[in-house]
């Protein structure tokens, strides 16, 4: 069965730090794609970042460039999504997810899903 599970989520002020962990089991985590994706109340979600696990190429969507840190840990199949400078604006709920094929920022088009973790920051 894959299971994708995040933590670290949480309240931190504005200009700090948090690390989001995805730990990933049930499909051969050197083969997929980990994505990490945000849902604000009212809005779409959104792409935030993404890595190919077997090459370890990273991508980030323009918002987060610079801020955002996306790392594997293929030995614990977990990936780590460091997110520093945050802002009020990046309040929300954040997902991982993974799929076999594709590589990039469609929600829909990736396969499995972590059950969401709160990321709140204050002004």
């Known amino acids: 069965e894959v299971q994708l599970v995040e933590s670290g989520g949480g309240l931190v002020q504005a200009g700090g730090s948090l690390r989001l962990s995805c730990a990933a089991s049930?499909?051969?985590?050197?083969?997929?794609?980990i994505g990490w994706f945000r849902q604000a109340p009212g809005k779409e979600r959104e792409g935030v970042s993404y890595?190919?696990?077997?090459?370890?190429?990273?991508y980030y969507a323009d918002s987060v460039k610079g801020r955002f840190t996306i790392s594997s840990d293929n030995a614990k199949n977990t990936v780590y999504l460091q997110m520093n400078s945050l802002k009020p604006e990046d309040t929300a709920v954040y997902y991982c997810?993974?799929?076999?094929?594709?590589?990039?920022?469609?929600?829909?088009?990736?396969?499995?899903w972590g059950q969401g973790i709160q990321v709140t920051v204050s002004s």
């Open positions: 049930g499909f051969s985590f050197d083969d997929y794609a």
């Open positions: 890595i190919s696990s077997n090459d370890g190429s990273t």
């Open positions: 997810a993974a799929d076999e094929y594709y590589r990039g920022f469609y929600w829909y088009e990736y396969d499995y």
